[in-house]
């Protein structure tokens, strides 16, 4: 069963625009983690958030997280070309130590 | 990039063959992981390792086993493979300690096609 959900499942921008995607999850969490995957690739992780903070940066990535509405977002500022992608939240629940992840939202950025 | 290597890259076989896919990792990582990627349901955790000859269940694990004799190589093996196990397949690795608050690193992946 799926833990997360993200949306949008296809988001479109021009290069330079930020992007906002959304995560909702269902139960407690330990964390939740962003991951990249360009096509044919595997995923690449980009940020990790613990369920006891509440904002976190990676250069042009902000992650922010809710507890209380079992959400997150993560906003790419100033997007680029090779930004293209999907996108995947997972979370760890604090019942276990397994990741579950979403289905993703594809990414396009528009030169 | 982490190291891992996952052998073969692309498959193709016919139903009913066994099927072994190879997941070699180089940073000495404690845990191991297959993933199975389809359309319309993101990953799905087969079964993991949290160290040698140490393996457990995930999600979809019916059709699937799994060995690990040393700490680099994780195999993954359909014993007798269905067309729904057609499927681009992952490894993982994580790092030491609890797995809990650790990233996840991925490898490139196998297309496998059952015919």
């Known amino acids: 069963s799926q833990q997360g959900e993200e949306d949008p499942q296809a988001l479109s921008i021009q290069e330079g625009e930020n992007a906002t995607m959304n995560c909702s999850y269902k139960?407690?969490?330990?964390?939740l983690q962003w991951y990249r995957q360009n096509s044919g690739r595997g995923l690449v992780h980009l940020i990790l958030?613990?369920?006891?903070?509440r904002e976190k940066h990676s250069g042009r990535l902000r992650v922010t997280l809710d507890t209380s509405k079992k959400s997150s977002s993560l906003l790419i500022t100033a997007s680029r070309a090779a930004d293209t992608a999907s996108y995947f939240c997972?979370?760890?629940?604090?019942?276990?130590?397994?990741?579950?992840f979403g289905e993703g939202t594809q990414l396009t950025v528009n030169p | 990039d982490a190291g891992i290597t996952q052998s073969p890259r692309h498959k193709v076989t016919e139903t009913g063959t066994p099927v072994t896919l190879r997941c070699h990792q180089t940073?000495?990582?404690?845990?191991m992981y297959w993933y199975r990627q389809d359309p319309g349901h993101g990953l799905r955790l087969i079964h993991y390792?949290?160290?040698?000859?140490?393996?457990d269940k995930g999600e979809v694990s019916d059709g699937y086993s799994v060995s690990r004799s040393k700490t680099e190589d994780f195999l993954l093996t359909l014993e007798s493979a269905t067309s729904s196990q057609t499927s681009v397949y992952f490894c993982?690795?994580?790092?030491?300690?609890?797995?809990?608050?650790?990233?996840?690193?991925f490898g490139d992946g196998t297309r496998l096609s059952i015919l």
């Open positions: 940073e000495n990582h404690r845990y």
């Open positions: 390792s949290y160290g040698v000859k140490d393996t």
């Open positions: 993982a690795i994580s790092g030491s300690g609890t797995a809990i608050n650790q990233p996840q690193h």
């Open positions: 958030i613990r369920s006891n903070e």
């Open positions: 139960t407690s969490i330990n964390n």
């Open positions: 997972a979370t760890t629940e604090t019942s276990g130590s397994r990741l579950t």
